[in-house]
């Protein structure tokens, strides 16, 4: 490991760059950061840097609750990088960027450690034979002084034409940081866009979206202009989404094709997206952890707010996508209902605890629905209406506080901060209107 650091460092000096930012996400959501001069990191690869657990129970306005494990002064982790993830940042010269996991003072694995608990949930994965592949849509909108910074119409190729050098900026800082984009688009929202990349391994995944996000970040600051990543920035309007998309494989096989499931699922396929669906409800608190994630959540806006399903439906919470008959990578799934208030690890491996538990049970689909849900009255051969899902985090926790899976996978430690953190949210935000709620947080992520 010294060796590798060392390694790491010397290249990291001949491209002129100084610190390396460690990062690892919050149960609020919040990216946070310790950062260290190259000099220092085959020292900090070895023995990492000191941080607090009490980080875990932080609130998205910074102030701190308890949890029955985590909370107070007491106690020192270690931030251990993971220099495999080691990135040159494109637009924060002088930078690098490394994720890390977070263990004890005796360098035990630290059982509120987010990524290692999607670590974790995939290794379980792999030992069932099951390698997955995940990616995020990270979706923004950019203000100037306040306004949005484009007024072309949504998906017009006039906002790209008013910010094309900032979008081009975008897209090369991504690239050059060996990020594989897909798509870079206008959005719905007037100054809103979104970018697509490519699927990776579950924790890459989650990793990709936290240096997407800072990519954007930086390169907006650059352009004078402010990103908005949160759930929602004007009341009543589309929010921005946080989409997972997500494939199963076995031996290069993808399991979501050339089945005699659902249009073309295999057995195994099915019974994993099963057991998301009917987690959904639960995993909303996981995925939609804010109070202003339920400002988005609204019927007829691609939100994805019914426990339901549906082949290219983006109503259905659950999206199932065939992709072309000669593009074996194409058949995917996308849980619609998340959003970028989320920790992306505490998705991916939610997601995947959910999965195995309907492989477990060797879950069956209900049957797809077509059109958009809100309009469906049960009387159609589809069978009965969806049901919706919940529309308030208090909801969506109870869900959360009754689901002995989330528990197990999670871990007591882990799991009570999540809770604890969304029940000191609820309270925080009681009282206040949807556009208060808004304003305090569209910033934050």
Known sequence: MRWEARAAATRLTAGDVHGVALTWVDNAGLTRVKTVPVARLAQVAERGVGMSPVFDVYLVDDSMTMSRHVGGPDGDLRLIPDLGRLTVLAGQPGWAWAPVDRHDQQGRPYPGCQRLFARR?????????IELRMGFETEWIVQRDGAPACTGPAYGMARVAELAGYLDDVMCALTDQGVEVLQLHPEYMAGQFEVSVAPSDPVGAADLAVLVRETVRSVSLKH????????AVVAGGVGNGGHLHLSLWREGKNLCRDGGGPFGMTAGSEAFLAGVLHALPALLAIGAPSPASYLRLEPSRWAGVFQCWGLENREAALRF??????????????????????????VVGSVIAAGLAGLEARAVLPAPVQGDPAACDGSSDAGPAPERLPRTLPEALGHFDRSDMLREALGEVLFEAVAAVRRAEIELFDGKSPQEIADATCGRF
């Open 121 to 129: 949930m995939a290794a379980l994965a792999a030992e069932r034979g």
């Open 224 to 231: 004078g202009l402010t990103p908005l990543f949160g759930p």
């Open 321 to 346: 996508i065939t992709g072309a008959p000669d593009d074996p990578d194409g058949a995917n799934a996308e849980v619609k209902c998340f959003d970028p208030a989320a920790n992306p690890y505490l």
